[in-house]
Every structure is written in structure tokens, then in C-alpha cells.
């Protein structure tokens, strides 16, 4: 079951992953649902214990979803639960993707020098901290080129 606290975030990831693969036309509607399902349910069991509201950046390293030429595990076996190998997931996904999935905020780049994307992004609700929180991923958004790779893009903000 996922965390309240973490569900915009969690679906936020699982659903541009789902994107993704929605853009080869190579699953059924129903396989792509069930995906997404599996890689919410994942994610959220695996973020349990390393969500820090109070502390967006303390564990982001943990909830990193990483495909570099292999496929990332909770990826994997999502995929797994519709029938595709980790091999078959791989040609259908960039080769180089990398996801934050932070409180607050799910970023991605693709490609190692691409530049990164923000796909979610809201203010913490907070009377004790005005103090804005920074991005985790601030430091790395300085000076990178767009990514080599033509895949669809988005930024929402709420």
C-alpha cells in the first residue's frame, strides 16, 4: 500500500514510465495498466522507510530509479508481471534513464549529459519551515545539453 505522503509522487513516476512504453504501441491498454499498477505497488513498498518530508533530500540516492545499460530491479519486475523479460523492457525503454522520485518533486534525465526534467514538482505545506527547500537535483541542472535521444518530455507543476 503506498504512503498518502508519497502518492502523487509515486504516480507521477509510475506513470512516465507507463508513457514511455505506451509510445512503442507494442502493449495492450490492459498490460500497461497493470504495469503501472505493479510499479505504483513497488515503488511504494520500496520507498516505505526512506521518505523524509522534513528531509526531501536525505534518501533521494535510495529512491533513484536507474536504467543504465541494465534494467533497474523494481522496473524489472514490474514488467515481469505482464509477461516481458528484462531484455525485451530494455529495447523498449532508453538505454540511459535516470529518475528521482524525491518528496516534492520527480525529475528525469535521459541520456548521461542530458538535461534534467521535472516532471512533478509542489511546495511543502509547512508553518514551521518558510525557508523554500532546494531541489536535490539543483546542482546537476548547471551546463548539460539537451538529451541525444528524441523521447516525449513533459513538466507539470501543482
Known amino acids: 500500500m ?5 502518492k502523487t509522487e509515486v504516480s507521477t513516476a509510475a506513470n512516465f514510465v507507463t508513457r ?4 512503442t504501441r507494442l502493449l495492450s491498454e490492459e498490460q500497461l495498466q497493470q504495469f503501472r499498477f505493479s510499479l505504483e505497488e513497488s515503488l511504494g513498498d520500496h520507498y516505505l ?3 523524509f518530508p522534513n528531509a526531501p533530500c536525505r534518501g533521494s540516492g535510495y529512491r533513484c530509479i536507474r536504467i543504465n545499460h541494465k534494467m533497474d530491479p523494481i522496473i524489472g519486475r514490474a514488467a515481469n508481471t505482464i509477461g516481458l523479460t528484462k531484455e525485451r ?11 528521482w522520485v524525491d518528496p516534492f518533486e520527480v525529475s528525469y534525465r535521459i541520456g548521461e ?3 534534467i526534467c521535472v516532471l512533478y514538482e509542489s511546495t511543502p505545506q509547512s ?3 518558510p525557508t523554500p527547500v532546494e531541489s536535490c537535483k539543483d546542482g ?3 551546463g548539460h545539453p539537451s538529451p541525444s535521444k528524441s523521447f516525449g518530455m ?4 501543482s
Open 49 to 51: 522507510h526512506h521518505w
Open 89 to 99: 523492457l530494455f529495447s523498449l525503454l532508453p538505454s540511459e534513464l535516470t529518475m
Open 127 to 129: 508553518d514551521t519551515n
Open 154 to 157: 513533459m513538466t507539470c507543476s
Open 2 to 6: 503506498i504512503n498518502l505522503k508519497m
Open 140 to 142: 546537476l541542472r548547471i
Open 113 to 115: 549529459d542530458g538535461s
Open 20 to 23: 514511455l512504453l505506451r509510445g
